[in-house]
């Protein structure tokens, strides 16, 4: 952690030296990407708003999006609003905007086209409240993705599995090689995000459309949904030896063989470049577990909250601009692992598992993310239900399934 | 009563009152005695009752609304309480809440007057010892937990030590485990408290009149019953002191959670603070926050009150 904050930070002075003309308008940027492949991203940011002769001060905040939103939100409301901020796009800032604390940015959308430009539509959706746009999408997360590592399947002597059962069935061969067959981190949004995309893969989209966007409380409780619990049973057992934290010390099991695999979002694919490892060759991914081959459109998007200095507002819009200009696009999602929020721009050098991602954005097999579903109040209260089914074995899957099913029911 | 401020009292009654009535108003209004001293309380009489009184009421008021991100006035009734009691968190949480507490009570409480009583025999370095046992009150809660993460690391904290050793069956990873998780924190708690409790029981012990010792001494009375019969009954008030610093760091807890195990494994270590906590910024819920911190306020009202009642309200204080 300490290491990355000081990327962070040495990336920022590095930002601070590209300093355009005495014209400049400072611009603080709050967010929370700080672990080493997230912030070589950032930088990319960085580096394309100073040449625009403004200059961007980094407002990095280590820990993770939980740590880092209660102190963005408490800075907007309190007043002392920063020029820009991250968010996931979808709901997090949902009250933030109804209150008229966010700035409107129809203008420079419709000026840049971004109703045309940006793919797929449901990200420039999720940026709108009321007919007007609020924020700018700057990425593509999906959660769907199993990462293996070929080193460990090798030591264990089975054959790469090529969906989530066949990873299931090699298990045990895993476990008597000394390896994790699956690294789970112990924050509560891990697990949690865990399950969700066992929902999407093992039940279908279907079953994650109904459960998720209808909260059909009913449905949640029958046989389909079962399925996926027996699944996260699986999971838990496969993932109990990991005494770890962080997503990315669980990522780096993964990297150095340690753990078999990790059900982790694109975002850990920066993690394995970072390490200098190629994918095919070192690790595999399976997008949507190998069962069902979609993607999420989650992600990261830029908000703007409303300030008084007219050069802070100006600027605001030129980094808006900026966010979206193809080239600063494929720069930042080379080094962050993820996809580009416009069909338009050159991505040959892609590697393997970005292209994978790549061509189901193609095809069209999206499903909207739970940020964009679910309210914060009940992703907390889905974290807290996971987080406890997966570090404690007594409770069952026919328990934890009944307080699923109550959850939906009240879910908003 | 200060002369100048008599003076003042002469001067307004003079010039508010007719001079017959003068003898009838030698004695000032009650209100205005000690008048400095109620001026120079005013801001801090404000920063209670807006601070402190005001924030209370408005977070009681706004428990019974929906508001989530933003505090808006749409009242819904007992709906986070029910919802509160139904939580299994906010369950587990009172749980840990109790036996922490009674852990960091019990035997706070032991070790400190224990070691204070050590510290009182007259024994050499004294004052080093005294500075070893004080030390650890002087990190913080977070840095305590930090160093306790390690210690209690299965990998490279005890267990690892002991197995190196040689004892390769030893186990003892106590944050690692959802039923034990509890007591490794509380280890933690006594660890970085007990220091603090055993000075103000040595103070308590050095306030006590040698004579006292001598007259024990003198009728026989063995030591141990001097000090369990005559001088803990004579430390009374350094014990509620104790109580009450005890007491609030129990019902506060939340940083020593956060260092340690942040909750885990899975919900396993939560305490209410830590709910109230996340429901008000991560879960973007105030009302369910605004709830559960007036469970908390509640359960130390009925702490506090027939305590207050017994030492305040029945007699006269001498």
Same mark, same amino acid.
């Given at each position: 952690?300490?290491?990355?904050? +000081?990327?962070?930070?040495?990336?920022?002075?590095?930002?601070?030296?590209?300093?355009?003309?005495?014209?400049?308008?400072? +611009?603080?940027?709050?967010?929370?990407?700080?672990?080493?492949?997230?912030?070589?991203? #950032?930088?990319?940011?960085?580096?394309?708003?100073?040449?625009?002769?403004?200059?961007?001060?980094?407002?990095?905040?280590?820990?993770?999006?939980?740590?880092?939103?209660?102190?963005?939100?408490?800075?907007?409301?309190?007043?002392?609003?920063?020029?820009?901020?991250?968010?996931?796009?979808?709901?997090?800032?949902?009250?933030?905007?109804?209150?008229?604390?966010?700035?409107?940015?129809?203008?420079?959308?419709?000026?840049?086209?971004?109703?045309?430009?940006?793919?797929?539509?449901?990200?420039?959706?999720?940026?709108?409240?009321?007919?007007?746009?609020?924020?700018?999408?700057?990425?593509?997360?999906?959660?769907?993705?199993?990462?293996?590592?070929?080193?460990?399947?090798?030591?264990?002597?089975?054959?790469?599995?090529?969906?989530?059962?066949?990873?299931?069935?090699?298990?045990?061969?895993?476990?008597?090689?000394?390896?994790?067959?699956?690294?789970?981190?112990?924050?509560?949004?891990?697990?949690?995000?865990?399950?969700?995309?066992?929902?999407?893969?093992?039940?279908?989209?279907?079953?994650?459309?109904?459960?998720?966007?209808?909260?059909?409380?009913?449905?949640?409780?029958?046989?389909?949904?079962?399925?996926?619990?027996?699944?996260?049973?699986?999971?838990?057992?496969?993932?109990?030896?990991?005494? #770890?934290?962080?997503?990315?010390?669980?990522?780096?099991? #993964?990297?150095?063989?340690?753990?078999?695999?990790?059900?982790?979002?694109?975002?850990?694919?920066?993690?394995?470049?970072?390490?200098?490892?190629?994918?095919?060759?070192?690790?595999?991914?399976?997008?949507?577990?190998?069962?069902?081959?979609?993607?999420?459109?989650?992600?990261?998007?830029?908000?703007?909250?409303?300030?008084?200095?007219?050069?802070?507002?100006?600027?605001?819009?030129?980094?808006?601009?900026?966010?979206?200009?193809?080239?600063?696009?494929?720069?930042?999602?080379?080094?962050?692992?993820?996809?580009?929020?416009?069909?338009? #721009?050159?991505?040959?050098?892609?590697?393997?598992?970005?292209?994978?991602?790549?061509?189901?954005?193609?095809?069209?097999?999206?499903?909207?993310?739970?940020?964009?579903?679910?309210?914060?109040?009940?992703?907390?209260?889905?974290?807290?239900?996971?987080?406890?089914?997966?570090?404690?074995?007594?409770?069952?899957?026919?328990?934890?399934?009944?307080?699923?099913?109550?959850?939906?029911?009240?879910?908003? | 009563?200060?002369?100048?401020?008599?003076?003042?009292?002469?001067?307004?009654?003079? &010039?508010?009152?007719?001079?017959?009535?003068?003898?009838?108003?030698?004695?000032?209004?009650?209100?205005?005695?000690?008048?400095?001293?109620?001026?120079?309380?005013?801001?801090?009489?404000?920063?209670?009752?807006?601070?402190?009184?005001?924030?209370? &009421?408005?977070?009681?008021?706004?428990?019974?609304?929906?508001?989530?991100? &933003?505090?808006?006035?749409?009242?819904?009734?007992? !709906?986070?309480?029910?919802?509160?009691?139904?939580?299994?968190?906010?369950?587990?949480?009172?749980?840990?809440?109790?036996?922490?507490?009674?852990?960091?009570?019990?035997?706070?409480?032991?070790?400190?007057?224990?070691?204070?009583?050590?510290?009182?025999?007259?024994?050499?370095?004294?004052?080093?010892?005294?500075?070893?046992?004080?030390?650890?009150?002087?990190?913080?809660?977070?840095?305590?937990?930090?160093?306790?993460?390690?210690?209690?690391?299965?990998?490279?904290?005890?267990?690892?030590?002991?197995?190196?050793?040689?004892?390769?069956?030893?186990?003892? !990873?106590? &944050?690692?485990?959802?039923?034990?998780?509890?007591?490794?924190?509380?280890?933690?708690?006594?660890?970085?408290?007990?220091?603090?409790?055993?000075?103000?029981?040595?103070?308590?012990?050095?306030?006590?009149?040698?004579?006292?010792?001598?007259?024990?001494?003198?009728?026989?009375?063995?030591?141990?019953?001097?000090?369990?019969?005559?001088?803990?009954?004579?430390?009374?008030?350094?014990?509620?002191?104790?109580?009450?610093?005890?007491?609030?760091?129990?019902?506060?807890?939340?940083?020593?959670?956060?260092?340690?195990?942040?909750?885990?494994?899975?919900?396993?270590?939560?305490?209410?603070?830590?709910?109230?906590?996340?429901?008000?910024?991560?879960?973007?819920?105030?009302?369910?926050?605004?709830?559960?911190?007036?469970?908390?306020?509640?359960?130390?009202?009925?702490?506090?009150?027939?305590?207050?009642?017994?030492?305040?309200?029945?007699?006269?204080?001498?």
């Amino acid at each position: 952690m300490r290491y990355k904050l +000081l990327t962070a930070a040495l990336a920022a002075t590095a930002a601070l030296q590209f300093a355009g003309p005495a014209a400049a308008t400072d +611009l603080e940027v709050t967010h929370w990407w700080t672990s080493g492949g997230e912030a070589a991203a #950032v930088a990319e940011l960085a580096k394309a708003f100073d040449a625009t002769g403004n200059h961007w001060v980094d407002g990095a905040i280590a820990g993770s999006g939980g740590t880092a939103r209660p102190i963005m939100i408490s800075r907007i409301t309190g007043g002392d609003p920063m020029g820009a901020t991250q968010f996931n796009h979808g709901r997090q800032a949902e009250e933030l905007v109804q209150a008229g604390l966010m700035r409107d940015l129809t203008d420079v959308a419709t000026k840049g086209k971004w109703t045309e430009v940006v793919r797929p539509k449901s990200l420039l959706d999720s940026c709108t409240i009321d007919g007007k746009i609020y924020c700018v999408p700057v990425n593509i997360h999906s959660w769907q993705w199993l990462w293996l590592s070929n080193e460990a399947f090798e030591k264990a002597g089975v054959p790469m599995p090529k969906d989530w059962n066949e990873f299931v069935a090699a298990a045990p061969a895993l476990e008597k090689a000394g390896i994790i067959p699956l690294a789970v981190g112990g924050q509560a949004w891990q697990s949690s995000g865990a399950f969700d995309v066992l929902l999407a893969a093992v039940g279908g989209t279907d079953t994650f459309l109904k459960v998720y966007k209808d909260k059909d409380a009913k449905f949640a409780a029958g046989p389909e949904v079962a399925k996926v619990f027996k699944a996260a049973d699986d999971a838990r057992k496969m993932a109990k030896n990991t005494n #770890v934290q962080d997503w990315n010390q669980a990522t780096n099991l #993964v990297i150095t063989g340690k753990a078999g695999g990790q059900i982790m979002g694109d975002w850990a694919q920066g993690e394995f470049q970072v390490a200098g490892k190629t994918a095919g060759k070192d690790y595999t991914c399976l997008p949507g577990l190998g069962l069902n081959e979609v993607i999420a459109t989650g992600g990261d998007a830029f908000y703007f909250p409303v300030l008084k200095d007219a050069d802070k507002s100006k600027a605001q819009d030129v980094l808006a601009e900026t966010l979206l200009d193809p080239k600063t696009q494929v720069a930042f999602n080379l080094k962050k692992g993820s996809l580009p929020v416009r069909g338009d #721009v050159d991505l040959n050098a892609a590697n393997d598992c970005m292209k994978k991602g790549l061509a189901i954005l193609a095809k069209g097999a999206v499903i909207p993310w739970t940020d964009q579903l679910l309210s914060q109040d009940t992703q907390k209260q889905k974290e807290d239900l996971f987080a406890e089914f997966f570090a404690k074995p007594e409770l069952t899957v026919e328990e934890a399934q009944k307080r699923f099913a109550d959850l939906i029911a009240s879910a908003d | 009563m200060l002369p100048a401020l008599r003076m003042q009292g002469r001067e307004r009654t003079a &010039l508010t009152q007719p001079a017959d009535e003068m003898s009838k108003s030698e004695r000032p209004n009650p209100l205005f005695r000690n008048l400095n001293a109620k001026v120079a309380s005013i801001p801090m009489i404000l920063t209670a009752v807006v601070v402190f009184v005001g924030g209370t &009421l408005w977070t009681v008021l706004y428990s019974f609304t929906n508001s989530k991100l &933003l505090p808006r006035l749409n009242f819904v009734g007992l !709906d986070q309480y029910y919802r509160l009691w139904a939580t299994p968190r906010w369950l587990i949480s009172i749980e840990n809440l109790l036996i922490y507490g009674a852990i960091s009570l019990v035997f706070s409480l032991v070790i400190g007057f224990l070691l204070a009583a050590l510290l009182d025999q007259k024994i050499r370095f004294e004052d080093t010892f005294r500075t070893i046992f004080l030390y650890p009150f002087a990190l913080s809660f977070i840095v305590t937990g930090l160093v306790w993460q390690w210690l209690l690391n299965p990998d490279f904290g005890i267990q690892h030590v002991v197995r190196d050793l040689g004892w390769t069956s030893f186990s003892f !990873d106590p &944050l690692y485990n959802s039923s034990i998780v509890i007591y490794g924190i509380s280890i933690a708690a006594l660890w970085q408290g007990t220091g603090l409790i055993m000075c103000l029981m040595l103070a308590g012990l050095r306030g006590i009149d040698e004579d006292i010792w001598k007259a024990a001494r003198v009728d026989g009375i063995p030591m141990w019953k001097t000090y369990l019969f005559i001088v803990i009954p004579m430390m009374r008030p350094v014990f509620i002191t104790t109580l009450v610093i005890i007491a609030s760091g129990i019902v506060k807890v939340y940083d020593l959670v956060v260092a340690q195990t942040s909750g885990g494994p899975g919900i396993a270590s939560e305490v209410p603070a830590k709910y109230v906590y996340d429901y008000m910024f991560f879960a973007q819920n105030l009302g369910q926050g605004f709830a559960a911190s007036t469970m908390m306020l509640l359960s130390v009202v009925i702490v506090i009150v027939p305590w207050a009642y017994l030492e305040f309200g029945g007699r006269k204080r001498v």
